[in-house]
């Protein structure tokens, strides 16, 4: 079975600044894909960033950029100038190619932005 | 396009009793998927539904069932409530059951068992 691992339970970041999240995960396959998923104080599950592993070139997405190392397992996340709408919980998230839509989650990090 | 609704929006229940949870897909989007949100266990899948088929169930006990009708609105029922169910419980939609969808998540109903 796949699992994700979150190390951070909670980060702070100066407004403006960069911050990475820490993921990895462990998987037989050779093939899946990889997301990161935001949820702010109102609960709503915003996708952030996807990843296909077949791919080499990491994904971004404006000030969202990922590092994905295959071979180590590890997924992380940059948010670079920092906004105060960037404070929420950030989930690492696994898609097998075999299951369909399940995703498995990380147990997340809490994000704080100061001003 | 409308998002993803959940409702109700929140619930409380007792000990025993049974709940239904209701969720309307992007429209369009014939797969649902069901998650439970709890502080110890974090995101758990529940399962998944495309076209009316459960599709992919996960480690939760027979208490726990859903269904998908021919809109592709989903409902997911918990019999014989116990306290641990108290969670926030999360629906997803996305196009079909491939792993090149993006999948859109609802707001949530917040289940209270008392």
């Known amino acids: 079975a796949q699992t994700v691992t979150q190390s951070q339970p909670e980060m702070s970041v100066q407004e403006a600044e960069t911050v990475t999240l820490s993921c990895t995960y462990d998987?037989?396959?050779?093939?899946?894909?990889l997301f990161w998923y935001k949820q702010p104080p109102s609960r709503q599950m915003i996708l952030v960033i996807r990843?296909?592993?077949?791919?080499?070139q990491n994904a971004t997405e404006n000030r969202f950029s990922v590092n994905f190392q295959k071979a180590a397992k590890s997924f992380s996340l940059k948010i670079s100038d920092s906004q105060l709408g960037d404070a929420a919980m950030y989930f690492c998230?696994?898609?097998?190619?075999?299951?369909?839509?399940?995703?498995?989650f990380g147990a997340g990090t809490i994000l704080r932005v100061k001003s | 396009k409308a998002g993803v609704t959940q409702t109700p929006r929140y619930l409380i229940k007792t000990r025993g009793q049974q709940v239904t949870l209701s969720c309307s897909p992007i429209?369009?989007?014939?797969?649902v998927s069901w998650y439970q949100q709890t502080p110890g266990q974090g995101l758990q899948f529940l399962f998944e539904?495309?076209?009316?088929?459960?599709?992919n169930k996960g480690n939760f006990p027979g208490r726990f069932s859903g269904r998908q009708f021919s809109n592709s609105r989903s409902e997911m029922n918990v019999s014989t409530l116990e306290l641990g169910d108290s969670a926030l419980y999360l629906c997803?939609?996305?196009?079909?059951?491939?792993?090149?969808?993006?999948?859109?998540f609802g707001p949530g109903t917040r289940l209270t068992v008392l």
């Open positions: 429209s369009g989007h014939r797969s």
């Open positions: 998230a696994y898609r097998s190619l075999e299951y369909g839509n399940k995703l498995v």
């Open positions: 997803a939609s996305s196009l079909a059951s491939v792993s090149t969808d993006t999948q859109y």
């Open positions: 539904y495309f076209s009316e088929t459960q599709r």
């Open positions: 990843q296909e592993a077949y791919k080499q």
């Open positions: 998987t037989s396959e050779s093939d899946y894909y």
